[in-house]
């Protein structure tokens, strides 16, 4: 057992045991949910001051590619402790502001962070995509409005299921072809798949996390749902749950497509990649366009999601370094700021019961340090020098620009866009600061102070300090990164993984790459012949 | 024309028969059934991908190490059918509890698109 492990298990177990102290949140069940997320980051700063990665965990002794292994490294610790500690801060918000606390609330955080360790741990395609509807379920669930129309709701999950439908769908015909559901063995054995299998795999599954990941046209269920969710959620689906789709999409890209290039062209003219890359692309300069029409904060912040990721796809679909190290930097950046900026419409929502942005003047002159969150959290969101996606943004510039003309057009989309984005949310940052505006039929009482207790600023300024720390010291973080990048590049597989493979490969007799084409069917008429191969042969050792 | 092609041929009729009914109507019941098609589908075509003509069921039994080389039939498919079809319940379970708050906020089952959210880019 690997410590590794008690971040999948330990929220889990907790979770299923808070309903046994009661239907409502009490002072136990908000202790027990806040202690368990704070002693799991605490674990996973701790591993990252110890370095011993990266490490492969086997999960019931089953060695890959047979059973289920998970990779653990600086990267995959860090992201798990940014979730979790996002999820720290989202529930401790509704503990403190939140209108309703059902002790559901407390379990569904918990499920989520389980499922989002899991999901960036694994290396199983299968085990990849059941944490993803874990993480897709409790989101469905906690945005699930307790009062009023669910119709937001409805449609993120009439998509969520299609998306999972299409990437389920995509396993079984890559796993028909494949005879294995291992990312790394996966992407050593995809040239020898057939291109009707190499192309209804790719794309179906691609489409899931697409979908997952709010890229346009895919993205119609992201605006209302956030609309209708309370603002501690809308931190969770901005942060967690796209962030997780934005890195499992570049895992299965990585490991299984090997950056796009073992896919042949979509026609002449263009590849996959850059079909990808234009998709994304579309999706950047939407996304800011739309928020430069947008009336409501929580859909502002939506669109600004939306846009944010559309770049991490043309980061993904670039997969050069540079760029893959831009989708690291900016899943956290993304992360970091957008969680400010819910926090901030979270407490004004809870004050003036309204999300339109327009009507929020008066607020920031009585507590001007909300001003301020929300500058810090918009400097960290369109990269302004020193603050987080700054080096973001910058690596993927310097990403793009290896890339020739495709990546000059879009070094030019993300300017736009930026410039698109700092007005919007610049725009509802003056709104905050104004003392008069126009007048509000809503805004009975006047201006009440929203800052000065304890738990406001505590929870502000962790999350600020954050934000300092990787503005102003992003080396801790970039090696990290480094490290990864080059891990996964290394033959498309992160070396541990694959020296497990290769060495259970010799021990059993197992021929794939030595002996070129092993496919799932003449494994199984070589063991007809009396080779056993080795999957099946695990098998029976297993028993 | 074997049993593989016809198995196949209806899995993927259930699917394509599931986004027909999500395509053609905007009940929410439509909905959770289409979508509940369409993972019987796939779940048939999973475990197609682990079966073989003449293979013998994956249960390690005293005649096995006497019975010769006989294919066994892919165990893997089946644990995945399993864990889909429990994933399945809870989702179609989830969203038949978001059909009940439908029903109550606005007394019918059919999903309008709202008119206030019908805007840019939706």
Redesign the interface.
């Known amino acids: 057992m690997n410590t590794a492990v008690a971040f999948i298990a330990a929220p889990l177990a907790v979770a299923f045991l808070l309903p046994l102290l009661g239907s409502r949140s009490s002072w136990g069940s908000r202790a027990a949910a806040l202690l368990t997320l704070l002693a799991l980051a605490a674990v996973g700063l701790l591993m990252l001051l110890r370095p011993a990665f990266p490490q492969v965990v086997v999960i019931g002794g089953w060695r890959a590619p047979f059973g289920i292994s998970l990779y653990v490294d600086a990267l995959s610790v860090m992201l798990v402790v940014l979730f979790d500690l996002l999820a720290l801060f989202a529930l401790w918000f509704q503990h403190q502001h939140g209108q309703e606390k059902p002790v559901s609330f407390d379990v569904l955080v918990l499920v989520l962070s389980a499922a989002a360790a899991g999901a960036v741990f694994t290396q199983d395609l299968f085990n990849l995509f059941v944490f993803l509807e874990i993480t897709t379920v409790a989101a469905l669930a906690l945005s699930a409005p307790q009062t009023g129309s669910p119709r937001g709701v409805i449609r993120y999950w009439l998509f969520g299921s299609v998306a999972s439908a299409s990437m389920l769908l995509g396993i079984a015909i890559l796993y028909s072809g494949a005879g294995t559901l291992n990312l790394v063995e996966l992407g050593s054995r995809w040239s020898h798949l057939t291109p009707p299998v190499q192309w209804l795999s790719g794309v179906m599954i691609l489409l899931g996390f697409l979908v997952k990941m709010e890229i346009v046209p895919f993205h119609v269920w992201a605006p209302s749902t956030y609309r209708a969710a309370p603002s501690s959620v809308g931190l969770l689906l901005s942060g967690v749950v796209t962030g997780l789709a934005a890195f499992s999409a570049w895992k299965f890209f990585a490991l299984v497509l090997r950056g796009g290039a073992s896919l042949p062209p979509v026609s002449g003219v263009f590849s996959f990649s850059q079909a990808l890359f234009g998709l994304g692309a579309l999706t950047l300069i939407l996304g800011a366009l739309a928020m430069l029409a947008e009336k409501d904060a929580k859909k502002l912040l939506a669109f600004s999601t939306i846009s944010q990721m559309g770049l991490v796809l043309m980061a993904i679909a670039l997969g050069n370094p540079r760029a893959v190290r831009a989708v690291f930097f900016l899943i956290f950046a993304h992360a970091l700021g957008k969680s400010l900026l819910f926090f901030v419409t979270g407490l004004v929502v809870s004050r003036r019961r309204n999300s339109e942005w327009r009507s929020w003047h008066g607020l920031g002159a009585a507590s001007p340090s909300l001003v301020w969150f929300w500058f810090l959290g918009t400097a960290t969101i369109i990269g302004l020098p020193l603050f987080p996606g700054f080096w973001g943004k910058l690596t993927f510039i310097g990403g793009a620009l290896e890339m020739g003309l495709w990546g000059r057009v879009g070094v030019m989309l993300l300017i736009l866009a930026t410039v698109c984005e700092s007005v919007a949310l610049l725009r509802v940052g003056h709104a905050l600061w104004e003392r008069e505006g126009e007048p509000s039929p809503r805004d009975e009482v006047p201006s009440p102070r929203v800052s000065g207790r304890l738990s406001y600023w505590a929870g502000a300024l962790a999350l600020s300090a954050a934000i300092l720390w990787m503005g102003l010291w992003p080396a801790v973080f970039s090696r990290a990164f480094v490290t990864a990048q080059q891990a996964y590049a290394g033959d498309g597989t992160p070396s541990v993984v694959r020296t497990s493979t290769d060495a259970f490969a010799q021990r059993s007799g197992h021929h794939s790459r030595r002996e070129g084409r092993m496919t799932h069917r003449q494994g199984r008429i070589s063991h007809r012949d009396g080779n056993v191969p080795a999957r099946h042969a695990n098998v029976s050792q297993g028993r | 024309m074997n049993v593989v092609h016809l198995v196949a041929i209806s899995a993927l009729s259930l ?1 394509g028969i ?1 986004l027909y009914g ?1 395509w053609s109507g905007r009940n ?1 019941l439509r ?1 959770i059934l289409a ?1 509940g098609l ?2 019987t589908g ?1 779940n048939v ?2 475990v ?2 682990g079966w ?1 003509p003449g ?1 013998r069921v ?1 249960i ?1 039994t005293e005649s ?1 190490s006497t019975s010769g ?4 039939l ?4 089946s644990a ?1 059918v399993l ?2 079809i429990v ?1 399945g319940l ?2 179609t379970t ?2 038949l ?3 009940i ?2 029903a109550r ?2 007394g019918t089952l059919e ?1 309008e698109a ?1 008119p206030e ?1 019908a ?4």
Do not use: N, Q, R
Request: aromatic residues 12%; contains cysteine; proline residues 10%.
């Open positions: 699917f599931g999500l929410v909905w979508v369409m993972e796939i075509f999973l197609l991908t073989y293979a994956p390690i096995f080389p006989v294919p066994f892919d165990p893997v498919p995945l864990t889909s994933i809870g989702t989830l969203a509890a978001l059909a708050l439908h906020s606005h999903c709202d959210t805007e840019v880019l939706e």
